[in-house]
């Protein structure tokens, strides 16, 4: 199974900042990456598919970069509606893992 | 609206049964792949399983295989999970999704698959 690792785990930043959460793959997955963001109690919501393709409806400060291996979210700046934790997942083999999160907390 | 609403949820002692479902509207529902996601307990998202638009493939994360299984009917615009042997380490919230299709065209076609509807999702306990 490929394996999906997010870092950081977490992170504290302000309103306003930019901010880069990284997703490494254990193998080359081309582009087949999503991005998704989780509120607690909430479904998580797609933000980035394709490893750049922004949603439809989409906040356009939400950008997603990267192939093969190495892959970056990043808010060019952060709202408070933003805090929230990240999920990067592959989908290039089932099972369609994803990585353990990347919780952005209030500085 | 499109809409997928999760059932079937509940306290469950170990090496029980379970059987979950998910009603979708909204779609035309016969023409998606679907899938299960989980999160437990102050745990990350975890990716259960996935079924295509006709049923005919299957794929689950190893933890369930043989215990769990992913099913649909079409007919009834309805998504299933039935979990055996069920364990603590089951225990979660378990959110069905709708996998929408992007194809990305250079020199051949690419198929990108990510989840664009969820329901809220049902939450399993597994405790005696």
């Known amino acids: 199974d490929i394996q999906m690792t997010q870092s950081p785990s977490s992170l504290s930043a302000s309103v306003g900042d930019r901010v880069t959460i990284t997703c490494r793959a254990s193998?080359?997955?081309?582009?087949?990456l999503n991005w998704y963001q989780k509120k607690p109690g909430k479904a998580p919501k797609v933000l980035i598919y394709?490893?750049?393709t922004l949603q439809g409806g989409g906040p356009s400060r939400f950008s997603g970069s990267g192939s093969g291996t190495d892959f970056t979210l990043t808010i060019s700046s952060l709202q408070p509606e933003d805090f929230a934790t990240y999920y990067c997942q592959q989908n290039y083999n089932p099972p369609h893992t994803f990585g353990g999160g990347t919780r952005v907390e209030i500085q | 609206e499109v809409q997928l609403v999760e059932s079937g949820g509940g306290l469950v002692q170990p090496g029980g049964s379970l059987r979950l479902s998910c009603a979708a509207s909204?779609?035309?529902?016969?023409?998606?792949?679907m899938t299960w996601v989980r999160q437990a307990p102050g745990k990350g998202l975890e990716w259960v399983a996935n079924?295509?638009?006709?049923?005919?493939?299957?794929n689950y994360v190893d933890s369930v295989k043989g215990r769990f299984t992913i099913s649909r009917d079409n007919a009834e615009n309805s998504l299933y999970l039935q979990m055996n042997s069920l364990r603590a380490e089951d225990t979660a919230v378990y959110y069905c999704?709708?996998?929408?299709?992007?194809?990305?065209?250079?020199?051949?076609?690419?198929?990108?698959?990510?989840?664009?509807?969820w329901g809220k999702g049902t939450t399993v306990t597994v405790s005696s």
């Open positions: 999704a709708r996998e929408g299709l992007y194809v990305g065209v250079d020199t051949s076609y690419h198929f990108y698959y990510y989840m664009d509807v």
């Open positions: 079924i295509k638009e006709d049923g005919s493939e299957k």
């Open positions: 193998q080359s997955i081309s582009n087949y």
């Open positions: 394709a490893a750049s």
């Open positions: 909204g779609f035309t529902y016969s023409t998606y792949w």
